[in-house]
């Protein structure tokens, strides 16, 4: 079991649809941050977020749109998507923003996600 | 740019065999971590390595790092089946927050 915790695990949605994937820890982890990963491939990096505030945005189309509500949620919001954007997401957390804390990042199982 | 280069991408091996898989990256950094992914799964952080000459070891893997040659190593040692698995290595961009994954070694372990 991970102690960070993402729903839902899959997700099936049409390219016109709105939905969001959410993300928890209670780890006390002030750094949260998205990953896509396609099959085969290494996890690349989305956003970060810092003490609840966007960090770090690697030019992601503004049809995935991040929240932090609080240190222990995050969520990814999700419209308009294509087919290309099928993959696994993968929320991690960790203790503090990485260049100040050497702790490793801790990562959800992640959702599948695929669009139609 | 930071690139990180595994080596090789993929392994099949025998159990009881010795093994090392290389992770190289570009620039200069002093955090480098090792994960294990299970088909399907999440990634499981298997060691953090922050400083040059770092070595640590849990079971049946070893993991090292030399910054001055910009490298780690993953040495399996008397391979078991339940070691299958894809390795990636990660480097931490200096002064940021930004972890490069490597490709992933994608490791077969046969009885």
């Known amino acids: 079991d991970t102690e960070v915790t993402q729903t839902p695990k899959h997700l099936v949605m049409g390219m016109t649809n709105k939905k969001s994937l959410k993300c928890e820890q209670h780890?006390?982890?002030?750094?949260m941050y998205w990953y896509k990963q396609k099959a085969k491939k290494p996890p690349e990096l989305m956003f970060v977020?810092?003490?609840?505030?966007?960090?770090i945005n690697e030019s992601v189309p503004s049809r995935f749109s991040p929240e932090c509500p609080n240190s222990s949620l995050l969520n990814l919001h999700l419209h308009a998507l294509q087919p290309e954007d099928s993959a696994l997401y993968l929320c991690?957390?960790?203790?503090?923003?990485?260049?100040?804390?050497?702790?490793?990042?801790?990562f959800g199982d992640g959702t599948r996600l695929s669009i139609l | 740019e930071l690139k990180v280069e595994q080596n090789p991408l993929f392994l099949s091996m025998q159990e009881g065999k010795n093994y090392t898989i290389y992770c190289n990256y570009s620039?200069?950094?002093?955090?480098l971590y090792w994960y294990r992914q299970d088909p399907g799964k999440s990634l499981e952080s298997l060691f953090v390595?922050?400083?040059?000459?770092a070595v640590k070891q849990e079971g049946r893997l070893m993991a090292s790092l030399d910054t001055k040659a910009r490298l780690s190593t993953l040495h399996i040692t008397a391979a078991v089946h339940d070691l299958s698995a894809t390795y990636f290595c990660?480097?931490?961009?200096?002064?940021?927050?930004?972890?490069?994954f490597g490709q992933g070694t994608r490791l077969t372990i046969n009885p």
């Open positions: 991690a957390s960790s203790q503090d923003p990485p260049a100040a804390q050497p702790g490793a990042q801790h």
């Open positions: 780890m006390g982890h002030r750094a």
């Open positions: 977020y810092s003490y609840e505030k966007l960090s």
């Open positions: 620039t200069t950094s002093d955090r």
């Open positions: 390595l922050l400083s040059n000459g």
């Open positions: 990660a480097v931490l961009i200096q002064g940021a927050q930004k972890l490069v």
